[in-house]
């Protein structure tokens, strides 16, 4: 069974940088599509980005090219990095993963692993 714990949130002024980390355990990590969701309070969630197994990535319209998702097989763990943070980047991080192997859209994927979530917080 797959377990993710995120770490690496906080309060943050804006135009600081964060980054999140998500530490994987399991048999089946290094086969898994890996990535990232958030919601803010009173907002629907949505995908920001994922990472599959071979390294391809995917990221949701609206941040790409803010946001950058990567992966560490060896450490088993998945990151996103934000710099230039804004206060509407403020939500509630959470880490996912897959054991499909993925090449589709990040819109049409189903993860099968949540973790706890970590709180980012942007303050102006």
């Known amino acids: 069974q797959v377990q993710l714990v995120e770490s690496g949130g906080g309060s943050v002024q804006a135009g600081g940088s964060l980054r999140l980390s998500c530490a994987a355990s399991?048999?089946?990590?290094?086969?898994?599509?890996m990535g990232w969701f958030r919601q803010a309070p009173g907002k629907e969630g949505e995908g920001v980005a994922l990472?599959?197994?071979?390294?391809?990535?995917r990221y949701a319209d609206a941040v790409k090219g803010r946001f950058t998702v990567s992966r560490d097989n060896a450490k088993n763990t998945v990151y996103l990095q934000r710099n230039s943070l804004e206060p509407e980047d403020t939500a509630m991080y959470y880490c996912?993963?897959?054991?499909?192997?993925?090449?589709?859209?990040?819109?049409?994927?189903?993860?099968?692993?949540w973790g706890q979530g970590t709180q980012v917080t942007v303050s102006s």
């Open positions: 996912a993963g897959g054991r499909a192997l993925w090449f589709g859209s990040l819109s049409g994927w189903r993860p099968d692993y």
């Open positions: 990472i599959n197994s071979v390294g391809g990535t």
């Open positions: 399991g048999y089946s990590y290094s086969s898994l599509t």
